[in-house]
């Protein structure tokens, strides 16, 4: 339905080039556990879904490009002579900051006509940014020949976000929604890059996304915050432990030297939760290996607890919506999901329950918020492809 969809308005947009039209898929992702711990060289542990973005693309033989949204009423349009970032093109700077950074590796572009179809809700923390950067980038290197590997594009797609956007993202977004797949969650070394595909075995349970549907701007929010407080704890750190070159080079029993030379209360529970974090992301990933998935959610409620009092980005209704599902029967682990202030949660609940979970949780939570949840049951996805 969704990729005739996509493909339906660009026939109507595009009628003269449908012919030449290809159509991709980038899914959305859900971190499973290991929170903001990505930009600090840590352990995360996503799974892509399927839900994401369609794009259609037809190439032109001039250098105009013109963007289409089946979610925006705006349409973008723009010259590869000139890509820089403006305001007024909104969504359309996260394409046209990914066109961005293929010209400069490559002279083989030229302009296009595309529609993008997201199935994300957006603002919601399912990573909606870089499923439409990575389908561009994608869509983009095989319509026009470009030689690039996954991993190339997910870097490509993060140095978008980076420099072009102004958020200081890590990679497991692009990462996981480049390279996932189909009923596996990789077990990704930010650090190294090191990846493992481990098999997502959830048995009689589900994954339910909860979104708390109260909006929260990446950019806007305290990320880059959290991001700086890191970078100046490690500075401190790396005076006594230089070899040290990411906060996830501690571990567990060096928490109190690192409380003792940080002489910051604030800083020190940033480092906390970012060490204490790898270690329940390692564990995590044992559970889920040996099938003790009561385990794999105790690990996801002591993620929740951590990123709400060590790291403090969870908010009203992130914690509302945590202490609404936690109690209820069947509910084996839940936990906030992305970069937090607002978004969404990630829960494994029991099939039979899920019914019931969706009932409670909305009714507890509008008593605590006045707002009104909405739930996705999902299944783990492909990473970007053509379709």
């Not at 005739?4 to 980038?26: D, G, L, M």
């Amino acid at each position: 339905m969704d990729i005739q969809i996509v493909k339906e308005r660009f026939f109507h947009e595009f009628s003269n080039k449908s012919q030449h039209a290809r159509t991709f898929f980038a899914p959305g992702r859900v971190n499973l556990i290991g929170e903001h711990t990505d930009y600090n060289g840590g352990f995360v542990f996503p799974t892509a879904l399927t839900i994401g973005t369609f794009m259609t693309i037809s190439p032109r033989t001039d250098r105009k490009c013109t963007l289409v949204s089946t979610n925006f009423d705006q349409k973008i349009t723009f010259s590869l002579d000139d890509l820089a970032y403006k305001d007024e093109d909104d969504w359309g700077n996260y394409p046209k900051g990914i066109i961005n950074e293929l010209v400069k590796l490559t002279d083989s572009l030229k302009g296009v006509d595309v529609v993008y179809h997201g199935t994300i809700p957006n603002g919601a923390g399912l990573s909606s940014s870089a499923s439409i950067g990575m389908v561009t980038a994608y869509g983009l290197s095989e319509l026009f020949n470009v030689s690039l590997s996954r991993v190339e594009l997910a870097k490509l797609c993060q140095r978008m976000e980076n420099h072009y956007i102004g958020v200081n993202s890590g990679i497991m977004d692009q990462y996981a929604v480049g390279l996932c797949k189909e009923k596996h969650a990789i077990y990704l070394n930010t650090n190294t890059m090191e990846a493992r595909d481990v098999p997502l075995e959830l048995g009689e349970n589900k994954i339910v996304i909860t979104n708390t549907n109260k909006r929260r701007g990446l950019a806007d929010s305290k990320y880059n915050e959290r991001r700086a407080e890191c970078e100046e704890a490690l500075a401190v750190i790396q005076q006594h432990r230089p070899e040290w070159k990411t906060l996830s080079d501690a571990h567990m029993n060096d928490l109190a030297s690192i409380e003792m030379w940080l002489d910051n209360e604030l800083l020190y529970r940033r480092v906390k939760h970012v060490v204490t974090e790898n270690a329940r992301t390692e564990d995590a990933k044992a559970a889920l290996e040996s099938g003790d998935l009561n385990r794999f959610g105790k690990r996801m409620l002591e993620s929740h607890v951590s990123l709400r009092d060590d790291y403090e980005v969870t908010g009203e209704a992130l914690d509302a919506l945590y202490d609404s599902q936690r109690v209820v029967e069947g509910c084996i682990g839940t936990r906030m999901t992305g970069a937090g202030f607002g978004g969404c949660s990630v829960s494994i609940v029991a099939a039979e329950q899920v019914e019931s979970f969706k009932e409670q949780v909305a009714k507890t939570y509008h008593a605590k918020t006045g707002l009104d949840p909405s739930f996705y049951i999902c299944e783990a996805g492909n990473g970007v492809t053509e379709v």
